[in-house]
């Protein structure tokens, strides 16, 4: 099942491209409703490189989701997108789900704004209804709080 949120940003693409490959942006968007904890490597790098990421999973940093790898690449636009879009992919897959193929589409709006939009291809088998809800809450919540984060000059 997928899921696909836009939102605008107020600010330039160029600043929001640079703070999404930071893995502090998705520590500090997700919280308080999802906590990743570093398993492999034990840290996480201070901006993203391509490859795999080994996490677990708190669901309000109390309840254990699971482990998950982020897998990480910065592709070229897919065919669904604006052709001329920057792209990061975490194509993940954990022990309650086995695809979280997530894409981060940015796209110039002009006039200093940014198009942002999450897209989720979700598998999880008898899961998956319910994990697909959760995501819809999940990005919604994350584009509330990228919006107050450009609205504060990205200072948490």
């Known amino acids: 099942m997928i899921v696909d949120i836009s939102t605008k940003l107020d600010c330039a693409r160029a600043r ?22 570093p398993l492999e490597p034990k840290t996480l790098p201070s901006v993203w490189r391509e490859g795999r990421y080994r996490v677990s999973l708190w669901f309000l940093g ?14 070229a636009p897919p065919e669904w997108a604006d052709q001329a879009a920057l792209c990061i992919r975490d194509n993940g897959s954990g022990d ?10 940015m796209t110039d ?12 291809d979700i598998r999880a088998g008898l899961l998956t209804p319910f994990v697909w809800l959760f995501a819809i809450w999940f990005y919604h919540h994350r ?9 504060r000059g990205f200072q948490p």
């Open 16 to 37: 929001a491209w640079e703070e999404v490959q930071k893995p502090a942006l998705l520590v500090h968007v997700a919280k308080p409703l999802l906590v990743f904890k």
């Open 62 to 75: 109390l309840l254990p989701l699971g482990r998950q790898w982020v897998d990480v690449s910065k592709p």
């Open 96 to 105: 309650l789900v086995r695809t979280w193929d997530h894409w981060i589409v």
């Open 109 to 120: 709006e002009g006039a200093g704004q940014t198009g942002y939009r999450d897209r989720v």
């Open 143 to 151: 584009q509330a709080r990228w919006r107050a984060l450009v609205r």
